[in-house]
């Protein structure tokens, strides 16, 4: 099956063509056939198209919203010039699937969308609605290019921290907040968390129930999961991504009394400040720099600049209390799983993270540690450590993939 991936958001459209299938899934011999992202910039649009093994595709096109974007992104993959293996019409993609980032309390695993479907994503509207707002309408955009006929699939952000007990996700707020209005902890980034826990049970041959790992997705978003038989039991990002460690561009856990002292001091309105939380804060808001860790580590080394060096050191401070943590949480792990552009790619900043917790038997090989930088997968740790570490690069693209091509089989052993 050929099935297309497609990530809407608010400002960027992202998408895949995977062709996989249950044979393939349980060979791990899946293949991306193309790739690509539509940005938005006010009416006019930033195309990249790539045919896998072939080279990017750059344009502009004047695009008016999602059904613009889908549509185009469709019409090059089934053209001759775009060379996608296997497709040559719409009738060789076989489902979509969606990302979705919010799905409350009502969607534990991923569904096959019908009508009912769609009205309980939009009823999720309200806790994220940026995101879900623009998912749906990429989920309208292929109903309508793809007609009633094609399989359309939700995979959510929050689905694999479901297992989340009440103390875990409950916040120590009055609890008639949480029965009116379902303020808990949701948790995010669940595809990625679910996708290295599965790639870490089959390099260490083990079944799902035998999984008790923390996981750090360290990107621009950042979130930590403690993962104990093979569920989620606790994660850092809460009601909203906002929470938790310290990110590109989010301050991560801090007082919320502080949201009324800036309101005062600064004169800045509910909205501003939701804005400086979110977008002006984290490893940008340190440095004064970039929320790009590559930069900082490069301008720490190069430069000595102190707020660098400081924005880098209060991230991985964060990432190794969470740690900690979920250790306390989880009565012990076997592994540490590092993955996302800053966990897969950053020997400096795994080693930042774990120097301090030999004491809990993490101990990084330096050499091995350096070996990782390129998104390749393997174990860093050393030979004789308690807890392993791994790096793990993520792949949501392909748990989407999967999820879809299970759904539409009538297979639900791995959703
Ligand atoms: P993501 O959101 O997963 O794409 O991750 C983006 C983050 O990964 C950015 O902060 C990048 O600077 C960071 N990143 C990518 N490659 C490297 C690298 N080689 N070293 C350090 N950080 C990196």
Known sequence: MNILVLNCGSSSIKFQVIATDLERIEKNTDERLAHGIVEFHGGQAIVTLSAEGKAAHHSTAPLRDTRAAVKLILNWVISKESEVKAIKSKSDIHAVGHRVVHGGEKFKASVLITGEVLSDIEECIELAPLHNSANIQGINASREIFGEEMPNIAVFDTAFHQTLSEKAFLYALPYQLYRRHKIRRYGFHG?????????????????????????????????????????????????????????????????????????????????????????????????????????????????????????????????????????????GADAIVFTGGIGENSPEVRRLICEKLSWMGIEIDPLLNETFSNGSEGIISKDKARVKVYVIPTNEELLIARDAVRLTSNDASGL
């Open 191 to 331: 595809t990625s968390h679910r996708y290295v826990a599965y790639r870490f049970r089959q390099l260490e041959k083990i079944e799902r129930e035998k999984v008790n790992i923390i996981t750090l997705h360290l990107g621009n978003g950042c979130s930590a999961a403690a993962i104990k038989n093979g569920d989620s039991i606790d994660t850092s990002m809460g009601m909203t991504p906002l929470e938790g460690l310290v990110m590109g561009t989010r301050a991560g856990d801090f007082d919320p009394a502080i949201i009324d002292f800036i309101a005062a001091k600064e004169g800045l309105s509910a909205l501003e400040i939701e804005s400086l939380v979110n977008k002006q804060s984290g490893l940008l808001g340190i440095s004064g720099l970039t929320n790009d860790m590559r930069e900082l580590l490069a301008e720490a080394k190069e430069n000595g600049d102190r707020r660098a060096r400081l924005a880098i050191e209060i991230f991985c401070y964060r990432a190794s209390k969470y740690i900690g943590a979920y250790l306390a949480a989880m009565n």
